[in-house]
């Protein structure tokens, strides 16, 4: 068989998801925003709800989150996506509405509006995108910040004295009521992006079932923030981050696991 | 006996150089260009043997940018 013979449209099994748009996304090379974008357009097809979804951006990387997937999207006001989710879900009970937000987003600004739209128990999913810095302005300390690491705010590692303790907001968000399933996944090889895309399809599924509100975490690199080269982060954040925020689910009703 | 017969086939444009597929690809099959670049002035993935190829899918399943599809075809060998 010749390789143009093989390659004919018939013979594909993989290629960019029919919901991801053409548009180059602005991130860097490598970073794990594109993946979770390209997981999360995969899902939302698989499931058909391409006419039904509303995404929530962000500010942050992913404030262009809108251009990428070929979905209906709404811009929030920083930090404010669950609260703008919230509004959205009581409007139409019957669409898919979720969230997209990064540790500067969901855990500094909007921890507000994040802590009470888990605990009301609003029927939305939000997907936590959780490299432990802010990537977008620079690579600064961020509340999520692993203690000893150095940022660009904390050239000399993160101190307890100094800059307090790593938040762990999705802990915080398993002892919620309001919770229905929250769970810690990463995107760095086949096995745990294939676990991620499971889990955002259960979050989605417990959104349009009216269980209550879905948290996933999902711990990413930032290879431009933390100085490091693709594969380098990957491997930095199994040896380091993976130690402070371990992936498995935290909660989730329907299998009785609650941590 | 069935041969499988695999190929990428990686969009050059949107590919970010990024590496990450050449360190999923379990046979080393794919490299990185080291003299040219695309528009957006980044070395590019390549595959190279495409004949040794099983389309497991781990390159594009790893590739961030959806950049990579994967052709798969089985012939029956005697």
């Known amino acids: ?259 | 006996m069935k041969k499988v017969n695999g190929a990428i086939v990686v969009n050059a444009e949107r590919c970010k150089g990024c590496g990450l597929c050449v360190n999923a690809c379990r046979l080393g099959l794919i490299t990185m260009t080291k003299k040219t670049v695309n528009h957006k002035g980044y070395p590019y993935a390549e595959q190279q043997d495409w004949e040794k190829c099983n389309a497991c899918r781990a390159c594009a399943i790893v590739c961030p940018d959806g950049c990579i599809t994967v052709y798969k075809s089985e012939t029956s060998v005697d």
């Not at chain 1, 991130?27 to 995404?55: F, W």
């Not at chain 1, 620079?138 to 203690?147: I, K, R, S, V």
């Not at chain 1, 050239?155 to 004295?161: C, E």
């Not at chain 1, 923030?225 to 371990?246: D, H, R, T, V």
Request: glycine content about 8%.
């Open chain 1, 1 to 259: 068989m010749t390789k143009e013979e093989l390659i004919s449209p018939e013979n594909i099994v993989y290629e960019k998801p029919r919901l991801l748009n053409d548009v180059d996304m602005h991130y860097c090379p490598g970073c794990s925003h594109s993946m979770v974008h390209k997981l999360v357009a995969e899902v939302i097809d698989e499931m058909n709800l391409e006419e039904r979804t509303i995404g929530i951006c962000p500010v942050g990387c992913a404030v262009f989150a809108y251009r990428y997937i070929d979905i209906d999207w709404v811009e929030a006001a920083h930090g404010r996506a669950p609260a703008v989710a919230s509004a959205l879900n009581r409007m139409w009970p019957d669409h898919l509405v979720f969230t997209y937000q990064g540790d500067g987003d969901l855990a500094c600004i909007g921890t507000g509006e994040t802590i009470h739209a888990l605990n009301r128990g609003e029927n939305i999913t939000i997907i936590f995108i959780n490299n432990a810095i802010y990537g977008m302005t620079g690579g600064q300390m961020a509340p999520t910040t692993l203690m000893g690491m150095k940022t660009s705010t904390c050239p000399y590692g993160r101190q307890a004295d100094l800059h307090g303790f790593p938040l762990p907001i999705t802990d915080m968000a398993a002892t919620l009521n309001g919770t229905c399933y929250v769970t810690r996944q990463a995107v760095h090889t086949v096995a745990a992006i294939n676990r991620t895309k499971k889990a955002l399809r259960k979050a989605f599924e417990n959104s349009l079932q009216h269980k209550g509100a879905s948290l996933v975490e999902i711990v990413s690199t930032c290879n431009s923030g933390w100085k490091m080269s693709p594969i380098k982060a990957n491997e930095w954040m199994e040896q380091e981050l993976f130690k402070a925020y371990p992936l498995g689910d935290l909660k989730d009703l329907e299998e009785g696991v609650i941590k």
